[in-house]
RNA sequence: GCGGAGGUGGCGGAAUGGCAGACGCGCUGGUCUCAGAAGCCAGUGUCGCAAGACAUGAGGGUUCAACUCCCUCCCUCCGCACCA
């Protein structure tokens, strides 16, 4: 008979419901501790994803109760975008009917995996009093500049029927259904991120407890390179084409330059020439090539000739003006010079074209030759062929041309960067209202703050055809003026759903708050977010963009801290037969429906002993039966208690206690559960006693909490376990009064001793070769040293 | 190409200079049972009857001792990328 964790589960999470167990409030006296999990898009049904997420989550906040820190551990949804339109379209229902149907359905699973969330504080970011504040941050955004409008290419998925930002095209496809990202011209609002990018770069390094590679991804899409504009002259007017290059070290080696097609004076360049036509006819072939297709076609460079010169400012020579596929409009200045020979890239386009080269930078101890290349030489060297400067190593020449360049006025120290602004306009119904008004008068008109929220309409017309819905609600398009009263146009697009989640940590602070988005005596206490649990897709975008939002606020005066996350997990994907679970494969396995065979307590004992929080987890049915046998073997331990415990089983104890306090702080739960394992295996062998039961239910309780409340009443405790406190190790307990040591000889293993802890190092050599399990191995061979390594081991070398 | 994480039994994984494979799954045997299931006990890296030998992606090195440190290389996954 297995216990029943049926009638045990729905008891205590009664009993945690009813005694507002997890309730948080702000108390100065106490050490806070806030642990926060990334909410979930409310899709009705939470998937091993979540129960992963929020079980790691789970184990540390009730691990960080039992300490006695005052835990903050809150849950909302991010209920806000598409999935809701789309449902409504389907289903014939409303978006928010559909929401709210899925919320309800979705606390009901995450109470049954008896997650400890003070739901008191949940947050819905599709409710009018949480996105009120989207639109209150927007404006603080727009009165400093900070949100404007602007007419510009933008990636546009054709399927969803919106715009996207930079961050969700994925492989030149939409992030959320791969469509084929097209570029169109619109006018839209964009955040003004880069005024914070070197910010949001140098903090980088104050986040030592976020994974590496989350912080080699930020610094990656942030992408700040350092070098120098270059004004290249026209040979046949006074325009200035400027060239971006990291390699200023190499402009006496610079024969060509080339600009994008796309570049503004191409058409200017190639006028009149022989060579408009065929160049004419370049530009439109690569204009029709989707960027995929352009940039995977990385063997040959393509490109024509404008007819035009220019002139390099360094030794004023005539350099041939090229247009060429390889060169992108959208970094740097879309113009490079091109230097065959310490260049890859461009040495393959002058070979391909017959383009001439020169080398500038001749490695240590060797004669390079233009000539004799087989391709770019784009190591450190010596400079030659240039000027004043031959000589140098390349590298100080770096700076000394530099200088030298901007002294003279033909050059400018220059840093571009990758990041982009964020585009935030979505011509979608199901998210928040721009509060912003277009006045035939007046022109871009700010909603008052008085006048906030701007709702959504409640009965906007779902067809699923003819763009927003919002731009067919009368009532909602067709305003006064906030300024002149005249009549006016309604801002029909909404904010990205990335905006709702770059602050809803802030606002779990103080959900109910009524005078701004957030309390700042309320997030001085809690804030910032101690740990941060979630997946790696969010690298860039979630984690970008809440950075970036809290130095916002810190500008505003509002929280005092650069940055919002304390330390960061990223757990792993949990995976069947090697693939992620999704419908199309057809390999999901529902939680819901593992937790009516064997309980949630089985269900997150597995998902924490399969594997490390950060790795893949490969799901394994028998593996959770596996972790069901377990907690029945621990459950019949009560029928067989003694009156007291063995030497031995107490220092398992305390050994296994030690091993999971330090294991649970790392987020090591495997290895915690293994302990706990072993701790099981030696009851089993020589029994327990009542204290050291109690000490394992507590250890286990974090992962199993139902299952451990239960065994903690029946213990004859009276008080919730999660309000006893955590239990301490002796260490003199941890050590045995014998050890057995391994014995080496010259490294291999040929007997085993077993020996006082404390024994001298002269009279354990005397008895280790006294041993005749060791003879012969050692006679007749002098010993050339006695190793020995305390309480493991003894090497003797001979 | 740049950056990040990895490569250990049949499987998930443990060990961060000190007895490789903890713990679990699976498998084998025993016990209990009329029988089965469950439970409990024992075994289980490979080769070998054994003594023993060989084993942590490959090869080299440092060390009394290397999964762990150093060098050379291969492979897998992830991010960025004709980035000038």
Redesign the pocket.
Known sequence: ??YNFKKIEEKWQKKWQASHAFRSQADPTRKKYYLLEMFPYPSGKIHMGHVRNYTIGDVASRFKMLQGYNVMHPMGFDAFGQPAENAAIKNKTKPDTWTHKCIKEMETELKRMGFSYDWEREVSTCDSDYYKWNQWIFLKMFERSLAYKKASAVNWCASCQTTLA??E???GGCWRCHTQVEQKDLEQWYLKITEYRERLLDDLSRLKEW???????Q???I?K?S??DIYFHLKDSDKVIP??????DTIFGATYI?L?PEHPLVKELIKGKPQEKQALEFIDKVAKES?VV?????????GVFTGSFAINPVNNEEVPIWI????????????????PTH????F?FAKEHGLPMRVVIQPKGSGLKAEDLTQAYEGDGIQVNSGEFDGLSNQEAKTKIAGWMEQKGIGKIQT?W?LRDWLISRQRYWGTPIPIIYCPKCGIVPVPYKDLPVELPKDAPFTGEGGSPLGKVKKFVEVKCPKCKGASRRETDTMATFFDSSWYFLRFCSPKFNDAPFDTQEAKYWMTVDQYIGG??H??LHLLYSRFFTKFFQDLGMVAFPEPFQRLLTQ?MVLKDGEVMSKSKGNIVDPDSMTKDYGADALRL?IL????P?????W?N??L??????L??VW?IQDNLKDKADAQVITALHKTTKKVTQ?YGEF?F??A??????L??AI??SGADKEVFSRLVITLSPIAPHFCEELWEILGNKESIFKASWPGYDPKLLVEEN????I?V?????A?IEVPRDIPDDKLKELVLKDE?LA??LEGKPL??F?V?PQ??????I
């Open positions: 008979m297995h930079n961050e095209v994925v492989d994974p590496q590679r989350v912080l080699a991804m610094n990656n899409w992408g390179s070098g120098v060239v971006f290059t990291t390699r200023v080339v994008a960027k352009r940039a995977s076609s990385d063997i040959k460079k393509e060429a596929d390889y060169v992108l409009m959208e970094y740097g200045t879309g113009a490079i010079m091109a230097v260049d890859q890239r461009d393959l571009h990758r790696i897709e690298a860039i792993g597995f002993f399969a594997a490390p950060e790795t893949e987890l490969e394994d028998r593996g039966e596996g972790a069901f046998k377990f029945n073997r019949r294991d090591k495997n290895t559960i293994a302990s706990l394992m072993e099981t295996n089993y062998q050890v057995e040591l391994a080496q010259n490294g291999k293993v040929r085993k399990k012969p191995w050339k040293k190793i390594v493991k081991l003894i090497n003797i070398v």
